[in-house]
C-alpha cells in the first residue's frame, strides 16, 4: 500500500521539480482528460520574492489563477495551475511576484522550454513540435529563451582567432554575417549580423568591446571589401588571413564561366559538343572524380580549349597552397599571374588581378598556417547552412539568428536540479 502511495504524481513531481517555497497540492485531470492539471500553492510562512530586485517582499494581492505547461507525460499535457501574488516591495513598487519554474513573460515553464530547446537541437522545430504536441511557435518560444539566456551567460574571454564569412539565406542577396571563435580549443558561433556591410560586422566589436578585439590575434576572411575594412579598423594588430576555400571557390567559379561560354559558342558555331557533360570533370578535385569522370576528363584535355587552358591554371595554382615559406608562395604567385595575365581568357584574369591586389594578405596564409587550421570557417559555415535548412519555418533574420546561436553558439544552459533530458 505505501509503495503505491509513494509514486503518486505529486511524489514524483516534488523529486524531480522541487521548489522551496511552494508545494504541490492536487493533480487531476483536465476537463478534456487529455491534459493533467495541478495546483501549486505557496508553502505556508514562505514570503513571495520581488521579481525585479529578487528580494523577499510583503505581499499586496493575487492575480488570477495562471497555468504554466510543463513536460508532457505519456501523451498527457501537463499543466501547473498557479495564482501569482503581487508584492509590495520596498524598492520597487507594487510587482509580480518571481516563480522559480517559469516567468511572466512565457507559458512553459523553465524545464519545457530547456527540453524542448535541447530536443530542437536534434531534430527540425517542426518535428520537435509534433513529437511534443506542442506549436512550432512554442517550440520557437522555447529556443528564444533558452538563446538569451546563454547570450546573457556566456563569457567572452581571451579569443585568438576569429573568422567572418557572410551566408546567403533568402534570394534577392540576403545575407548574414557570421563571426566565429576559431580558436584551437574552442570554436563557436559569436556573432549573427544582418546584411554583410561593415555596419553588420562592426556590431560584433561593439558587442566584444576593445579590449578584447584588441587581443585578438589572427583574423581569416573571404575578400569582401566591406569585411576588409572593418579589420583594417578594429583589429589593426592581428595577423589578417584570406581563406583558402574562398580563393577555390572563386576560382571554380571563373573556371565554370568559361566552360559555359565556350560551350554556347561551340554551339553556336555548329562544332561537335565537346564540352557536353564536363562541368563536373573541371570542377572536382582530381581524386574526387569517378572513373568515367576520369575518362571524360583525359579526353578533353587532348583539345585546346580555353576551358582546358583554364583548367589547367586552376589545377597549377593548389601548388601554391603547399609552400612553406611565404617567400617562395609569393615567386610562385608573381609567376602564376603573370602566365594567367597572358592567357587571354578574361574570367581567369578577373582572378589574377584579385589574387595581385591582395598579395600580402594570402601570403600571410603562410605565416599562420601552424597556428590555425584553415578549414575550420568552411566546416562552420556547412554546419550553418545545415541548421538554416532543418530549423526553422520562415526564413526571417530573428528565427535564423536564433536557429544558429542556439546550434552553433555553445551557449551556456540554465541549470536545473533535474536531467529531464
Ligand atoms: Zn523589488
Excluded at 501569482?84 to 522550454?113: I, S
Amino acid at each position: 500500500m505505501k509503495i503505491v502511495r509513494a509514486m503518486e504524481l505529486l511524489t514524483i513531481l516534488n523529486h524531480c521539480h522541487r521548489h522551496r517555497g511552494f508545494v504541490y497540492q492536487h493533480a487531476r485531470f483536465g476537463p478534456d482528460q487529455k491534459s493533467i492539471e495541478v495546483e501549486v500553492r505557496p508553502r505556508e510562512g514562505s514570503a513571495a520574492v520581488c521579481s525585479e530586485c529578487h528580494q523577499p517582499a510583503p505581499g499586496y494581492d493575487h492575480l488570477p489563477e495562471r497555468c504554466f505547461e510543463f513536460i508532457p507525460l505519456w501523451g498527457f499535457l501537463v499543466f501547473l495551475l498557479y495564482r501569482m501574488r503581487r508584492v509590495d516591495c520596498r524598492n520597487c513598487g507594487v510587482v509580480v511576484e518571481e516563480v522559480p519554474w517559469g516567468d511572466g513573460k512565457h507559458q512553459l515553464t523553465r524545464a519545457y522550454m530547456l527540453f524542448l530547446a535541447r530536443w530542437a537541437r536534434k531534430l527540425s522545430w517542426k518535428e520537435t513540435a509534433e513529437a511534443f504536441h506542442t506549436s512550432w511557435d512554442q517550440v520557437c518560444d522555447a529556443v528564444e529563451y533558452v538563446v538569451g539566456w546563454g547570450l546573457e551567460h556566456r563569457t567572452l574571454e581571451k579569443i585568438r582567432a576569429i573568422g567572418v564569412d557572410e551566408i546567403q539565406y533568402a534570394k534577392g542577396h540576403k545575407y548574414l554575417t557570421l563571426v566565429y571563435q576559431i580558436d584551437q580549443g574552442l570554436t563557436r558561433l559569436l556573432w549573427v549580423g544582418k546584411e554583410r556591410t561593415i555596419e553588420s560586422f562592426q556590431g560584433f566589436f561593439t558587442v566584444l568591446g576593445e579590449p578584447l578585439a584588441a587581443q585578438i590575434e589572427f583574423v581569416c576572411s573571404d575578400m569582401w571589401q566591406p569585411y576588409l575594412d572593418v579589420i583594417r579598423q578594429k583589429c589593426s594588430q592581428a595577423l589578417h588571413i584570406l581563406d583558402r576555400f574562398h580563393i577555390v571557390a572563386k576560382m571554380n567559379q571563373a573556371l565554370d564561366d568559361v566552360r559555359a561560354a565556350e560551350s554556347r559558342k561551340m554551339a553556336q558555331d555548329g562544332h561537335q559538343p565537346l564540352l557536353k557533360k564536363t562541368r563536373w570533370c573541371v570542377l572536382k578535385r582530381k581524386e574526387n572524380l569517378t572513373s568515367q569522370q576520369k575518362f571524360r576528363l583525359r579526353d578533353l584535355l587532348r583539345y585546346n580549349l580555353q576551358t582546358v587552358r583554364a583548367y589547367l591554371l586552376k589545377e597549377d595554382f593548389q601548388q601554391f597552397w603547399e609552400y612553406n615559406s611565404p617567400t617562395w608562395a609569393g615567386m610562385f604567385l608573381d609567376f602564376w599571374c603573370q602566365q594567367t595575365m597572358r592567357s587571354r581568357i578574361a574570367p581567369m584574369k578577373k582572378i589574377a588581378r584579385t589574387l595581385r591586389a591582395h598579395r600580402e594578405l594570402l601570403l600571410n596564409y603562410f605565416k599562420a598556417r601552424k597556428q590555425i587550421s584553415s578549414g575550420v570557417v568552411e566546416g562552420l559555415n556547412n554546419k550553418a547552412k545545415v541548421t538554416m535548412r532543418k530549423s526553422y519555418g520562415f526564413r526571417t533574420f530573428r528565427i535564423l539568428e536564433l536557429a544558429l546561436y542556439h546550434s552553433l553558439g555553445k551557449l551556456p544552459e540554465p541549470e536545473l536540479t533535474h536531467e529531464f533530458f
